[in-house]
């Protein structure tokens, strides 16, 4: 179990590995409330860190507030290496819905609860999160992107990124800062961010699917499993590694509560896919 040392830079001043890690499921049932086990919590995070994962997403709503809670308790002080992505436009409500909280006030109290909540004075990255689990929400998005804008330029952001947003809202945001990442649902079995991947790495921003392994119901296939027979590893890992090769801009936020799981994923990293293997895998959303 190796670490690639495969990395994209973000800007600049930010580099990260390619395979990440998602902090979503730290959280207990349902991204709600407190994990069953705090302290495993806590032991997967460390041994991200040791990995050398240098990639950490998450969001004051997962819980809401735990996981960040949690990333704190294990990992501050950070590591200068180590990167957190978080993001804003979402709240929790009682019942454990993700409401949008899109108004300028909204989400200027999500940075500061993400700043307080990490310990940190100023965020990495912040992805405005637009659209719901099912996909982009059409409109305009750069009131609520501006108010970003001008929280960078306060200083506390560092760069800005999208979440759930179609082409046109990606060119809208372009318009009134620089767009590092997008994080949108895609995977070997949902892939309708083909073209617009293609474009982001012509203009080298990174995109980040979530739900690469499929979300709440894991992906399934025959192909998949006999892909991952053949290399004599397991499908999810073979998800995984079809996203690394599928284009050098994509990162990876596999999320675990699970050492073991972890390590798996970053098997992932080494494992490298035929052409024969890749035409295979490629059937899957045929």
């Known amino acids: 179990m190796t670490l690639s040392s495969d990395t994209f830079t973000l800007a600049d001043d930010l580099t990260i590995t390619r395979m990440g890690y998602g902090a979503m499921q730290l959280a207990g049932p349902g991204v709600f409330g407190p994990p069953a086990d705090r302290d495993a919590a806590v032991a997967v995070l460390r041994e991200v860190v040791r990995l050398g994962i240098t990639h950490i997403d998450t969001s004051d709503f997962y819980g809401p507030y735990v996981t960040n ?21 979402a709240l929790r409500d009682a019942e454990g819905g993700w409401p949008s909280a899109l108004a300028p006030e909204q989400l200027r109290q999500a940075v500061h609860d993400n700043l307080e909540h990490l310990g940190l004075d100023a965020l990495d990255v912040v992805n405005l999160r637009v659209g719901g689990l099912a996909g982009p929400t059409p409109g305009s998005i750069a009131e609520s992107f501006g108010v970003l804008a ?20 990606i060119a809208e945001a372009q318009s009134i800062a620089p767009v590092v990442c997008v994080q949108n649902f895609y995977n070997l079995a949902h892939r309708v961010d083909d073209d617009l991947i293609a474009s982001l790495d012509a203009q080298r921003i990174a995109y980040v699917p979530f739900f690469p392994l499929g979300g709440f119901s894991p992906l399934q ?47 992932a990293t080494s494992l490298k896919l035929s052409a024969d293997d890749v035409a295979q895998l490629d059937k899957i959303a045929g």
């Open 221 to 267: 296939s025959d192909a998949l499993a006999s892909v991952a027979a053949r290399l004599d590893t397991n499908p999810m890992t073979v998800a995984l590694a079809w996203l690394l090769q599928r284009s050098p801009n994509i990162l990876l936020i596999p999320g675990t509560s699970s050492l073991a799981h972890l390590r798996d994923n970053v098997t």
């Open 150 to 169: 001008r929280l960078q330029s306060d200083g506390l952001i560092k760069h800005l990124g999208l979440s759930n947003v179609g082409a046109e809202q």
């Open 69 to 89: 809670e949690i990333i704190r308790e294990a990992l501050h002080p950070y590591p200068d290496d180590l990167h957190l992505v978080t993001k804003v436009g």
